[in-house]
């Protein structure tokens, strides 16, 4: 019989490094962390693919472990409904100039297009920085017709039909899939996802079409919904210990302050990171201190956790 899983769980973040990328996040490459020196675009805080940093897993992957203890990990809801894969995916995107224009597929259009093992993306994005003038792409412009956005699709005319939107710090956005859309120059950015990695590119600033970075014209044209607008929260301060921003089918994500006790209640894992100040985190015995940044997995059979200090937290967990 395998030992329930008692500890929380920390992990060696993966870099990625893209044209967009910015400096923010230097802070995250640690003496293990495989990083070439280049501007970092997207920390994977948490997602399958992280090796344990502490507790008897040191060096498994999570998905290894989930594998070997899916009911302790992922908890109640994501197992009752016959997922033994971890379901989200945790990341950090410094944004130095803008991403390129695109769009995910749904569940049912990533296993028509791209087979059996994937899914889509829906995803959320908490803005941890945003400079002044800081813009963001979200939607097209009511009254576009599906011939006219389809004839844009992969062109510059398609930045005429695109809702632009400014933002500031602590906006949340829901992007649904079939959504297009971008972030823009002067944004650090905490994103939950599907655990996915579909993108189809439908423009991307005139960059050349090299090392990977190809449109994606047949499959965005596919997958696009014209309606889809993406939804925005402004500017949403904590008020109490927790405050939700944003749930759908896929994940809930929350924004914690202040010394609290909390309880996955064994539905949930509860994934964890700072985004400002210094936290403690106790579970069943096991004690982690977390910084700006940094990240923590609470497994679902952990139930209740205590969380101490002056901080910030988004936590993302599975919706019921």
């Known amino acids: 019989m395998p030992k329930p899983i008692s500890s929380l769980l920390t992990f060696s973040p993966a870099i990625r490094n893209y044209v967009w ?11 293990n962390t495989a990083w070439d020196g280049k501007p970092i675009s997207e920390v994977w805080s948490l997602y399958e693919g992280n090796p344990v940093t502490n507790a008897e897993f040191t060096g498994r992957t999570l998905a290894e472990i989930v594998t070997e203890y899916p009911n302790e990990i992922l908890g109640e809801i994501t197992v009752s409904k016959g997922n033994k894969r971890f379901p989200l995916l945790i990341k950090l995107l410094d944004c130095a100039s803008w991403l390129s224009l695109q769009v995910h597929p749904n569940n049912e259009q990533a296993l028509q297009l791209e087979g059996l093992n994937f899914i889509g993306k829906t995803e959320a994005w908490h803005i941890l920085n945003a400079e002044p003038d800081a813009h963001l792409i979200a939607g097209i412009k009511a009254g576009t017709s599906i011939e006219t956005l389809h004839a844009a699709i992969g062109n510059e005319t398609i930045l005429d039909l695109v809702e632009y939107h400014k933002v500031q710090n602590d906006d949340t956005i829901f992007v649904p899939a079939g ?6 120059p002067g944004l650090l950015i905490y994103e939950v996802q599907q655990t996915s990695d579909l ?11 090299n090392n990977g ?8 044209t596919a997958v696009t919904n014209p309606l889809s607008q993406g939804k925005i929260f402004h500017h949403q301060k904590t008020g109490g210990p927790a405050t939700s921003l944003v749930k759908c089918p896929y994940f809930h994500l929350e924004k914690l302050s202040g010394t609290q006790e909390r309880d996955t209640k064994g539905l949930s894992f509860h994934a964890l990171t700072v985004t400002y100040g210094e936290a403690r985190v106790s579970s069943l015995g096991s004690d982690v201190v977390l910084r700006k940044f940094d990240s923590v997995l609470v497994p ?20 019921e």
């Not at 990328?21 to 003496?31: A, M």
């Not at 970075?213 to 965005?220: A, G, Q, T």
């Not at 679902?300 to 919706?319: E, H, P, T, W």
Request: glycine share 10%; net charge positive.
């Open 179 to 184: 959504t297009i859309h971008a972030l823009g």
């Open 199 to 209: 993108t189809y590119r439908i423009f991307d600033w005139n960059r050349p079409q």
């Open 21 to 31: 990328g910015g400096q923010s996040l230097l802070s995250l490459v640690g003496p």
């Open 213 to 220: 970075r190809v449109l994606h014209i047949e499959k965005s």
């Open 300 to 319: 679902a059979a952990s139930g209740k956790y205590r969380l101490d200090g002056v901080f910030q937290i988004l936590c993302s967990s599975v919706s």
